[in-house]
């Protein structure tokens, strides 16, 4: 079945620091990609939409400054989350949607980001 | 506004019942409507979709019911197992020439199946 793999898997850092998330489609292209952030019991909120060589949309209220994504290849996106914050401690979750079967995403493992 | 509504927010089954779980949206250009169950922290796992050009899907034990007229959909379990004690999340997205988009997703269910 289709893989989505997320790295790291969990990460601490300081107030101030970047910290960068990777997704990869393992067995399948991915043309288009999405980030969603998922705060303790409760539902996933979608961030922005990574598209493969052109630039992410980000849904309303989401800080494309703040939260960088690139689309660099068919198997690989990333989200930097900029000179982080407490506030911005979540899980953090990936979907790759398969270019041959447009309709399914299949979900990485998530990412849980700590700032201290 | 909270474009899809799921209930109930926690249900408790016995094993071999029935689980069902409810969602209502509120945009009518949604036109995907997958089911996904979630185990604390890991990412959520596709159970099984629908659009809206059939009622009804079914994948073993899973079944989507749709009703586009009521805006409504549902997830029934059948045979419910202690095994599928999870979070299940509702989504729906709209369909754009390249495939369907970011989905928006229901509260979630908290489900428990007691042996």
């Known amino acids: 079945g289709a893989v989505v793999s997320q790295h790291p898997s969990w990460v601490i850092c300081k107030s101030g620091t970047s910290v960068k998330i990777e997704c990869r489609s393992l067995d399948f292209q991915a043309t288009t990609m999405f980030w969603y952030r998922q705060f303790p019991k409760q539902s996933l909120m979608l961030m922005a939409t990574?598209?493969?060589?052109?630039?992410?949309?980000?849904e309303q209220g989401v800080e494309k400054d703040k939260f960088l994504i690139n689309h660099a290849s068919l198997t690989l996106s990333t989200l930097t989350v900029t000179s982080a914050h407490p506030e911005d401690s979540s899980f953090y979750i990936c979907s790759a949607r398969d270019g041959g079967r447009k309709d399914t995403q299949y979900f990485g493992p998530g990412t849980r980001l700590t700032v201290l | 506004q909270q474009q899809v509504k799921q209930s109930p927010q926690s249900l408790i089954v016995q094993k071999g019942g029935i689980s069902i779980i409810n969602c209502a949206y509120e945009n009518t250009a949604f036109d995907y409507f997958p089911w996904y169950q979630q185990f604390p922290g890991k990412g959520p796992a596709l159970l099984i979709a629908?659009?809206?050009?059939?009622s009804e899907k079914k994948e073993g034990r899973f079944t989507i019911s749709f009703n586009k007229s009521a805006k409504q959909f549902s997830l029934h379990i059948m045979d419910s197992q202690p095994g599928d004690s999870a979070t299940y999340f509702c989504?729906?997205?709209?369909?754009?020439?390249?495939?369907?988009?970011?989905?928006?997703f229901g509260k979630g269910t908290h489900l428990i199946i007691q042996p």
């Open positions: 990574s598209n493969e060589g052109s630039k992410a949309t980000y």
């Open positions: 629908i659009r809206p050009d059939v």
């Open positions: 989504a729906a997205s709209m369909y754009s020439g390249g495939g369907a988009d970011g989905l928006t």
